[in-house]
């Protein structure tokens, strides 16, 4: 299957600094990548649709302004907590959709990133 | 997209084929069935998906009841590797491309 990489795995900062997360399809274009949180014992909750070259619709409850999202290329988006405060803590998904229409369209996920905010 | 039904857990023994079965009452002819899992700290992985025939691919076979209300997955030869959670999700890929996640079952391997 097409290969998404997320980056970094794991982090860990300081409450009130940013992060920023790297989510990348390798071997494909992505004109749509979405990104989802995961709390522990808890399902994936999609947070955002990111749209290449334009602003990312973000899902009701998401702060846009707290969780930047910018979608520059075909093959990177970026997630940015800023602000970032302990509940912020969380394991953050990325995944990107291959293929366009009703067939062969197909969505696939990094490997995810930890995020410790202390 | 229509909400599935799944059960919670599973056990199965190693070696075994492992049957994970999904209800999805109210799906509409548009909809496919996707399968995907997730093993412990790890991001989805998508598994294989269907809108009304079977497929089966290299990790698993998907078999579709004829009316579309239920779908089981099937692992044919379960390995430990196979524990985690799996997730059935409907999906109407004309009126939106993301992915809905329910609760799942995490199917649980046994030696």
């Known amino acids: 299957g097409a290969v998404v990489s997320q980056h970094p795995s794991w982090v860990i900062c300081k409450s009130g600094t940013s992060v920023k997360i790297e989510c990348r399809s390798l071997d494909f274009q992505a004109t749509t990548m979405f990104w989802y949180r995961q709390f522990p014992k808890q399902s994936l909750m999609l947070m955002a649709t990111?749209?290449?070259?334009?602003?990312?619709?973000?899902e009701q409850g998401v702060e846009k302004d707290k969780f930047l999202i910018n979608h520059a290329s075909l093959t990177l988006s970026t997630l940015t907590v800023t602000s970032a405060h302990p509940e912020d803590s969380s394991f953050y998904i990325c995944s990107a959709r291959v293929g366009t229409g009703s067939t062969g369209n197909t969505i696939y996920f990094g490997e995810g990133s930890w995020l410790t905010v202390v | 997209d229509a909400k599935t039904t799944q059960p919670t857990s599973m056990d199965c023994a190693e070696g075994r084929a492992a049957n994970l079965p999904c209800n999805h009452s109210t799906i509409s002819g548009n909809e496919y069935v996707y399968w995907y899992r997730q093993i412990h700290s790890q991001g989805p992985q998508y598994i294989i998906h269907?809108?009304?025939n079977n497929e089966t691919n290299e990790m698993a076979s998907l078999i579709i009841t004829e009316d579309r209300k239920s779908s089981t997955l099937i692992l044919p030869h379960a390995t430990l590797r196979d524990t985690a959670v799996y997730y059935c999700?409907?999906?109407?890929?004309?009126?939106?491309?993301?992915?809905?996640f329910g609760g799942g079952t995490r199917l649980m391997v046994k030696p």
């Open positions: 999700i409907v999906r109407d890929l004309n009126a939106g491309n993301m992915l809905t």
């Open positions: 990111s749209n290449e070259g334009s602003k990312a619709t973000y």
């Open positions: 269907g809108l009304k």
